[in-house]
């Protein structure tokens, strides 16, 4: 194989893994924007998502069966997100510390009851035919470049996912609400946005859009209680670096932790990849401790 | 006073630009030591920004502050603070669970090296001083009550306590009176006042009332440049002014915001 | 509490644990033993958490440097160096030879004194890093939640060096003393109830000195101590440091009792379950942390060999309900009126008032 198409199909994985991590970062760092708490659950939700699926294709088994089961991952999510925003995080929202403790708590008891219902192995989501196929190159610099067609799949997801909210923040009237929240809740509150109800949908939708990803996991390898768990600290350091609540800012992070962990894998094994990552992160806080995206505060504690 | 001494505090050309938008533009001022002087203007018009370039939170654009003779335009804020200026905040910034006689203890430190804390002694000078700032604000029988159990006015006064105790040459007081009623408010002029000679103060305030009880030189800020300058008569007087703030805050009732 | 009840309960505890060997049988007490070295880490968390309002998902890090600096000279020890005799499980790796950073190790001396320092002073220099540049809150929760992965997952990659999964066991000796025996374990456990009331005084001395009325003003208001002129970096990096350094005692006393350090103790999950501990006896009382750190643990050796998926919806209940309804922890409930609980519920309220108004 050729170096060029080795080093090329690295890049392309990176932006794949990317992918994933804007998905499972989007909700974690639009919600964290908002109310500056972090959902330790929200891997979870993409346990969920992938679950969701496994049932989808039982019913709604064919090629198409993986375009029902990402609406109803979307949805499905979103409800259970929804209603733990309102059961526990609203509560405990003015003691971000306290919220990451106990939404791990409801983290622990969704997957012990996942390993109730279907078992601690894990269940597989086979990929519809159409979805089985890797684009090849025979020939020129790149000959021996696989795309799988999973691989691509994924970032079209991602991208159109990302353009959905990013139309949804900037053109309607919710995105107008959910920006003013964002810069300064008490006048938003005092112009008559209801702050509750922008808290609540958001973060549902940010759940829904794990849960889409959990779709997509499940074609990646197996749905395990645990599997939200392995996607969860990459998307947290998204979140860390990307700034307060930036789609953009969440977007490029994803790249640089994606594209960081693909091409450092090419010299080290991932457990190593792993530390080097926390050592690039722990860096980036030197140069840029507020993130890709800067937000300006007037509060003194911010 | 027959000699104008130095300025403690000149501010020579200022500008501060967040992103485009100009908060401060161009905005020379020079404090005296010891000295009272009053900022006011209408919301908006960068009383705060002001402050906050001071003390450092907030960096130039353009222009420089200079401190006793000495340029701190970019100096880090605790060392800001450790030159001899200390800064209250709008909202009341105590310590909610430290006890009132602690916060005026953590504020009154003389050595403020880490190394020097672990120690359960507090020199008896730093003591001493504290219990008299605690009586300074009125707060005696509050003594050993955590900052969070204080009321609304009373965190205020502490917070000026805690200023004081800091013992900078130059105290910035951004709306010491903000959610006060008139008598409070009354009280807070009057130990605003004994401060004067020991601090020079520079008080940023919306009520009328209040900056007519401290009866000191007035700048008038608007739109983030220098409107007007002189005592609150002929601030009063100044049409220029009553056109821009004082006409409009006088029709429409509430000062604070 | 009264001020002689408080006395009399701080003498009968301590009483009961100096002659617990005596009264309980050697199973419990090998429980209680490893519960208490728990407790030793439970206090650094209560100073980092309750008092500097720094909250550590890594504490198992620094649990696992001072295991494993501890554990690496009891594989060494009895071994002839010189004569190339290697651990066994490097044997069974296919290590050709003693890796050059094992060495020092073969030295009680240094392996002790590396279980206090090398985790003290990680946990030092990392926190420096993050809080120099005003990091901290919920962004250094989670980083040091990656930390414990990276440490962890480390660890077991790393087999021909560390033990991989399995971790470092199957030790007998130290300083030449047999430490399987019952007799060593009532040593082993009267060493860790010193180091637990030790911890204690050390801790109240330093929170009752201006030092730790510093740590909680900084947890008040960091940037209001900031404009008071006070850098708040160094009183957090010194809290952070201690907890470490604390961990890592706990960590050499557990492996100690347990016989046995691996990376199980030391990940994601275990680290935040010790923060649980704490959660559950009283973030900002001493003898909380002490008492949190026994309680759960007790009841997870009791539900969780007979009922092990019961114990992880209890777990996870406990986590929901602890910092839900009962922020002060069961410390907490023997104050009601007055000091933390109090404290804490007025902290809680804060900005949710303050956005109120």
Known sequence: MHESAFLLGQVFNGFSVASLFILAALGLALSFGLMRVINMAHGEMLMLGGYLAYMTLQIVPGPLGILVAMPVAFVGAGIVGGFLEFAVIHRLSARPLDTLLATWGVSLVLQQAARNMFGAIGVEVTAPTWLNHTVSIHSGFLSGLDLPDTRIFILIVAAIVLGLIAALLNKTRLGLYVRAVNQDRPTAAAMGVNARLIDLAVFALGTGVAGLAGVILALLGPVTPTVGQSYIVPAFLVVILGGLGSLVGTTIASLIIGLFTALIEIFVDVSVAQVLLLVFVILFIQIRPQGVITVRTRALEG | ?257 | ?357
């Open chain 3, 1 to 357: 509490m009264t001020f002689q009840k408080k006395y009399i309960f701080a003498a009968a505890a301590i009483l009961f644990g100096a002659l617990a060997p005596f009264i309980i049988n050697p199973y419990e007490l090998s429980l209680l033993g490893r519960f208490l070295a728990l407790s030793i880490l439970a206090m650094g968390i209560m100073l980092t958490w309750g008092e500097a309002g720094i909250l550590s998902l890594g504490q198992g890090v620094f649990f696992g440097l001072g295991g494993y600096a501890l554990a690496m000279h009891l594989k060494l020890e009895g071994l002839n160096l010189a004569n190339g005799d290697m651990p066994d499980f490097m044997v069974w790796s296919g290590v050709s030879a003693l890796p050059g950073f094992w060495y020092p190790f073969a030295n009680p001396y240094f392996s002790l004194a590396c279980v206090v320092i090398v985790p003290g002073a990680f946990a030092a220099a990392f926190s420096w890093l993050v809080f120099r540049r005003r990091v901290g809150g919920v962004y250094f929760a989670l980083i040091t939640q990656a930390l414990a992965l990276a440490f962890s997952t480390l660890l077991i990659s790393q087999q021909a060096y560390t033990g991989g999964f399995n971790g470092l066991t199957d030790y007998s000796t130290m300083f030449g003393i047999d430490i399987t025996t019952e007799y060593a374990a009532r040593y082993i456990y009267w060493i860790t109830f010193l180091f637990v009331v030790a911890v204690y005084f050390f801790l109240r001395w330093l929170l009752a000195s201006r030092y730790g009325v510093m740590l909680r003003a900084t947890r008040d208001g960091e940037n209001r101590v900031r404009f008071l002129g006070h850098d708040p970096v160094p009183y957090k990096v010194v809290a952070f440091g201690i907890a470490g350094a604390l961990a890592g005692i706990g960590g050499a006393l557990f492996t100690l009792h347990a016989g046995v350090v691996s990376p199980a103790l030391v990940g994601v999950v275990p680290s935040i379950e010790m923060v649980v501990w704490v959660a559950v006896g009283g973030r900002n009382i001493l003898w909380g942390a002490i008492a949190g750190t026994l309680l759960v643990n007790f009841a997870k050796d009791q539900i969780s060999s007979a009922f092990p998926s019961l114990w992880l919806y209890g777990l996870g209940a406990l986590f929901i309900l602890a910092v839900s309804f009962l922020p002060a922890g069961i410390a907490g409930l023997f104050r009601p009126g007055s000091g933390e609980e109090r404290v804490m519920r007025r902290i809680l309220s804060r900005r949710k008032l303050s956005t109120a108004e």
């Open chain 2, 1 to 257: 006073m027959n000699a104008i001494p130095a300025p403690i505090l000149m501010m020579e050309n200022v500008t501060v630009d967040f992103d485009g938008f100009k908060a401060l533009t161009d905005v020379s001022l020079n404090l005296t030591p010891g000295d009272l002087r009053i900022l006011i203007g209408p919301n908006g018009a960068g009383k705060s920004t002001l402050c906050d370039t001071i003390i450092g939170r907030v960096r130039p654009t353009s222009g420089k502050i200079i401190f006793k003779d000495q340029v701190i335009t970019n100096l880090p804020e605790q060392e800001i603070v450790r030159r001899g200026i200390c800064r209250k905040f709008q909202t009341p910034g105590v310590l909610p669970t430290l006890t009132v006689f602690e916060n005026l203890l953590v504020a009154g430190r003389k050595n403020r090296a880490w190394y020097r804390s672990f120690t359960t002694k507090t020199p008896p000078a730093e003591t001493a001083r504290a219990e008299e700032i605690l009586t300074q604000i009125g707060l005696e029988d509050r003594r050993n009550i955590i900052a969070a159990d204080l009321a609304h006015g009373e965190k205020q006064w502490l917070e000026i306590g805690m200023v004081v105790a800091t013992d900078a040459d130059l105290l910035l007081l951004d709306e010491p009176t903000a959610g006060m009623g008139p008598t409070d408010t009354q009280r807070t002029a009057q130990l605003i006042l004994s401060l004067l000679g020991r601090h020079a103060v520079l008080v940023i305030d919306h009520d009328m009332s209040f900056v007519e009880a401290l009866n000191g030189y007035v700048t008038v800020l608007h739109q983030g440049q220098i409107l007007a300058e002189g005592t609150v008569a002929e601030i009063r007087a100044d049409a220029q002014v009553t056109a821009v703030y004082l006409g409009r805050a006088e029709d429409a009732e509430p000062a604070h915001a």
